[in-house]
C-alpha cells in the first residue's frame, strides 16, 4: 500500500478522542483512520505521570501494528504526560497532541473569568502551566475547573439527563456567581456534554474546544509531509477498545454520528 494511503491513528482514554476524529472525518473524509480507545485504563487523569506515558506507548505501539502513517493523541491527559516522550520514541511518524484551546478563548476578550474544565493532571502538569503564563494570568482571568469523575460519567454514555446535570451545577456554581467569558472544555470526552452546559451556563457563553485546530494542525502536517490521501472514494474508519465489549464499542460509533 502507497504511504499515503494509509490509516491515520487515533487515541485516548477511552471514548472521548472521538470528538477529535469525528472533526478529522468532517475536514478529511478520503482518509481512513484507526482509533484506540483505552476504556479498560481510563481515566488517565488520576494515574501517574509515568504509568500514562507507559499506557500512551502501548497504545501506540498498537495503533503502529495498524499500520498508520501519523499518529493524533486525541487526549489533553496523555498529550501533557507523554507527547514529548512518544516523539522521542518514534521519530519517524508526524505526532499531533491536542491542548487547552485557551488562545481563542482569551482573544474573544470577553469580560469575566476564563474556566478551563480539564482532568486534574491536565491541570496541574507543566505544560498547561505554561500555556497559562503564555496567555499572562496575572489578573487570574483563567480558572482551572479540574472535573473529576466527569469521564467516568461519560465513559458510562451518559452524555445528557440528571445525573450529568447535577454533576455539572455543582461544579460551575461558585462561578455562576460572577461572570463567566467563556468556557475551555481542556479534555476531549467534554464536548459531548457541551449542550448539557451551555443550558446551564446560558447559551450566550461560548464553549470552546481544541479539536478543530488540532485537525486542521493535522491537515497542515500531511500537507507538507506529502501525506494527504488524494483518493477520490470516502475512506473507512475502525474503532477498537481495550474493553472490547459491545456496549462500550457501539458507544463509540454512536459518538462519532452526534
Ligand atoms: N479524554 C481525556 C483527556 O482529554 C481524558 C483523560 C482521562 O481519562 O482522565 O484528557
Redesign the pocket.
Known amino acids: 500500500m502507497e504511504k499515503n494511503q494509509k490509516p491515520i491513528g487515533f487515541f485516548?482514554?477511552?471514548v472521548?478522542?472521538i470528538s477529535v476524529l469525528r472533526e478529522a472525518v468532517r475536514l478529511m473524509p478520503k482518509e481512513s483512520y484507526v482509533y484506540f480507545g483505552d476504556s479498560k485504563n481510563?481515566?488517565?487523569?488520576?494515574k501517574t505521570v509515568e504509568e500514562v506515558q507507559e499506557l500512551s506507548f502501548k497504545a501506540t505501539e498498537f495503533l503502529l501494528s495498524k499500520g498508520v502513517k501519523a499518529l493524533v493523541v486525541?487526549?489533553?491527559?496523555?498529550t501533557s504526560a507523554a507527547i514529548i516522550k512518544l516523539r522521542d520514541k518514534y521519530k519517524d511518524i508526524p505526532i499531533i497532541g491536542?491542548e487547552p484551546a485557551l488562545k481563542p478563548a482569551v482573544e474573544l476578550n470577553r469580560p469575566g473569568k476564563i474556566l478551563i474544565m480539564?482532568?486534574p493532571?491536565?491541570l496541574a502538569e507543566k505544560k498547561f502551566n505554561n500555556l497559562m503564563k503564555k496567555y499572562g494570568n496575572n489578573s487570574g482571568q483563567i480558572r482551572p475547573l479540574p472535573c473529576p469523575g466527569l469521564?467516568e460519567l461519560i465513559e458510562d454514555g451518559v452524555i445528557s439527563g440528571r445525573r450529568l446535570e447535577d454533576y455539572l451545577r455543582n461544579r460551575v456554581a461558585f462561578y455562576m456567581q460572577e461572570d463567566i467569558a467563556a468556557v475551555v472544555l481542556?479534555?476531549?470526552?467534554f464536548p459531548f456534554i457541551k449542550g448539557t452546559l451551555s443550558g446551564i451556563i446560558g447559551k450566550d457563553i461560548p464553549i470552546i474546544d481544541g479539536s478543530v485546530g488540532t485537525v486542521n494542525q493535522l491537515k497542515r502536517l500531511l500537507e507538507d509531509e506529502n501525506l494527504l490521501n488524494l483518493s477520490k472514494e470516502d475512506g473507512s474508519v475502525t474503532i477498537y477498545n481495550s474493553l472490547n465489549n459491545d456496549k462500550i464499542n457501539a458507544l463509540g460509533y454512536e459518538l462519532l454520528k452526534k
Do not use: K, L
Open positions: 485516548d482514554s477511552g472521548g478522542g481510563a481515566p488517565y487523569g488520576t486525541a487526549c489533553n491527559t496523555a491536542i480539564a482532568t493532571m491536565t469521564v481542556g479534555c476531549t470526552h
